[in-house]
């Protein structure tokens, strides 16, 4: 028995009709200011977030290489993620809070633009690399270190409007 059709906001729009995968044509999608925000965490002992606190690392300032390192993450998502669109992007923040009750520190990426295509892939991957330049920068004081909880909390404009994570 053949399936049935899948409804179109179901389907992947990275897959042909054939299922080779392919890039999403957005030429005829019209530039929007779009947004996105992402998060994730490094967990790490309370003597870890500490030394990463402190300045004292041995490779350095931790938190300023892991912030320029997901900012060069964030312009660079389109030679990482094969379907990914070369993006003009306008702004990337990305900030590094400490949560004692981790312990670790909270990261979070907003990542800017107006153009015809969504920034939501540019926010993951500058969180994901500025969590494994925290994890590169003291793994050698501790290797158990967890990366966790990398997700989209935000984004805003194009055809879908508005998405907000729930906590």
Avoid: F, W
Wanted: aromatic share 2%; hydrophobic share 45%; net charge neutral.
């Amino acid at each position: 028995m053949a399936k049935p059709p899948v409804p179109p906001q179901e389907r992947l729009t990275h897959l042909a009709a054939s299922g080779e995968a392919r890039m999403v044509d957005v030429a005829d999608k019209a530039v929007t200011s779009r947004s996105a925000t992402a998060e994730g965490r490094v967990v790490m002992r309370p003597e870890t977030l500490d030394l990463v606190l402190s300045g004292n690392a041995k490779k350095g300032d931790v938190l300023g290489a892991a912030r320029i390192a997901g900012i060069m993450a964030a312009k660079k998502t389109h030679e990482l993620i094969p379907l990914c669109h070369p993006l003009l992007i306008s702004k990337v923040v990305v900030d590094i809070e400490p949560d004692l009750a981790l312990p670790g520190l909270v990261v979070r990426a907003t990542v800017s633009l107006a153009g015809q295509t969504g920034v939501e892939m540019e926010a993951l991957t500058a969180v994901s690399v500025t969590c494994l330049t925290i994890y590169d920068m003291v793994k050698a004081v501790e290797r158990g270190m967890r990366i966790e909880g990398i997700r989209v909390l935000e984004k805003s404009g194009g055809r879908s409007g508005l998405y907000q994570a729930e906590d």
